[in-house]
């Protein structure tokens, strides 16, 4: 199959018998003009300005350089993780191998049929793992999607072997309550954990019913991976945690996590789950133990993803006001809501609370043909007591921002393209943005994999930090 923006050959590799139809969930790409624009250099917006359908622009301090369009622009594209000279981009048919030694010219090295939203991915040493969160016929590579109340659906962790980067080899499988929306890399001596973050918006399915108050840990043997298997399941909101709406109009009821972000160097996790953020320790991470739990009924409808800054004293929480389907980034939403919140963590050990300081949102307004909403992002290591940050703000597009000063974040770069439609709602833009020695990789929804240069003196440190692997949930320590 041809990529025609890099003119390469990609291996389409089935991970097992001819897959399925991906089952999206309630996510489905918008009927868009997906003919590939390029990475021509785009204008810098103007105050109120809106770009054209699929028009590119950005600002000054950042540099587009290369883009691998989408196969497939029908499937979504999702998560991404590192390590070495590697990307791995999650879809909802499976995932895809990058060779980025070359970030102006990244090659496809290979892709890998198993359908399964979302696909969230992380790699460590010779193994990759998967999360599926939609109910499937069995756990193989061709399984189809079925109703969640089939007695027989599978839904849960899945582990390959990526020794062998042309040919990823499906190695083992683990069943998790509720599926595997999300899931944490824990590293450990002897063994790896899993966090497993799942949730129901949907209390008829059979492992979903209430009390689902907690999450599944997976524990993985380094020296016999296909030994993996739950070894439990500890409950974070004894008190059922957030009742949502009627009690808190406009909030997500508490059922389970949508994600977790650990930060081992200090033995720390922060939870976005629903209704409730929490900050937890994990010095023991089979038995994780809540120090404080959060909670914002007035802006914050659904607890998305969380980030720690380098310092381990702040916590960026984000809200998918509408689950990463509604337009929110315009002024009838207004700057609070479908935003970031940004929490400093005071006191010492149990004491520790989270305090609320400020919000911050993207200030482009977004046309309201656009899903845009805060999303999935990763630190700049910046170091020297400065926090910033690169964040996916799906078709509001990239942003990097500087909440050194808790109280007033500022955007400082963002790089973005016009709406894919204009006459109805579309789904694409970035999922997920991340920094990863030296550059800002996104995963584009519909457009495939946009490699971006941030050239800006607040961000320069940051280029001379490098690191061996990058699950941007599992936070490493940069400085």
Not at 91 to 110: E, L, M
Not at 224 to 229: G, L, M, N, Q, R
Not at 401 to 417: C, L, M, N, V
Request: glycine share 10%.
């Amino acid at each position: 199959m041809a990529v025609a923006a890099a003119g390469l050959l990609t291996t389409l590799l089935a991970a097992g018998p001819a897959a399925a139809t991906p089952d999206p969930g309630d996510l489905t790409p918008g009927s868009a003009n997906r003919q590939s624009t390029g990475l021509a250099e785009g204008r810098e917006l103007a105050p109120g300005d809106i770009p054209g359908q699929d028009e590119i622009v950005h600002s000054r301090n950042i540099k587009p350089l290369a883009n691998i369009p989408s196969t497939d622009p029908t499937v979504i594209n999702s998560d991404l993780a590192f390590q070495g000279r590697y990307a791995y981009a999650g879809n909802y048919n499976g995932f895809t191998i990058y060779d980025i030694a070359n970030p102006k010219a990244p090659k496809t090295v290979s892709q890998v049929l198993c359908p399964g939203g979302q696909n969230d991915i992380s790699v460590h040493g010779d193994l990759l793992f998967l999360s599926t969160d939609s109910s499937r016929s069995d756990d193989s590579c061709n399984s189809v999607s079925q109703p969640a109340t089939e007695k027989s659906s599978w839904e849960g962790i899945k582990i390959f072997d990526i020794k062998d980067k042309k040919n990823p080899r499906y190695i083992k499988s683990v069943e998790t309550a509720c599926g595997s929306h999300t899931h944490t890399l824990v590293p450990g001596d002897r063994d790896l954990y899993l966090y497993v973050a799942s949730y129901s918006p949907n209390e008829a399915f059979p492992d979903c019913k209430p009390p689902h108050d907690g999450i599944s840990i997976v524990k993985v043997p380094k020296k016999a991976p296909t030994e993996a298997a739950v070894v439990g399941f500890p409950v974070l909101f004894p008190d059922g945690g957030n009742p949502g709406a009627p009690t808190n109009p406009g909030v997500s009821k508490t059922t389970g996590c949508h994600d977790i972000t650990v930060l081992p160097s200090k033995n720390l996790a922060a939870g976005a789950c629903m209704g409730d953020g929490i900050l937890f320790d994990i010095s023991r991470p089979e038995q994780p133990r809540v120090i404080d739990r959060v909670q914002d009924n007035v802006n914050f409808a659904f607890w998305h993803s969380a980030t720690f800054n380098e310092r381990a004293n702040k916590v960026v929480f984000t809200d998918e006001l509408g689950g990463g389907g509604g337009a929110t980034c315009n002024e009838a939403t207004g700057p609070n809501r479908g935003a970031d919140g940004i929490y400093e963590i005071t006191g010492r050990g149990d004491q520790r609370k989270l305090a609320f300081r400020s919000y911050f949102k993207i200030p482009r307004h977004q046309a309201d043909t656009e899903n845009c909403v805060a999303h999935n992002g990763s630190l700049v290591p910046v170091g020297g007591g400065r926090d910033i940050m690169v964040q996916a703000w799906y078709q509001g597009g990239v942003s990097v921002w500087d909440f050194t000063d808790s109280a007033r974040p500022k955007e400082i770069a963002y790089f973005e393209r016009g709406p894919l439609t204009t006459d109805q709602l579309g789904l694409g833009g970035s999922w997920s943005a991340y920094y990863y020695n030296g550059h800002i990789y996104s995963n584009d929804i519909t457009k495939g994999l946009d490699v971006l240069r941030l050239d800006d003196w607040r961000t320069e440190s940051a280029k001379w930090v490098w690191t061996d692997r990058l699950n941007v949930q599992t936070q490493p320590e940069y400085h």
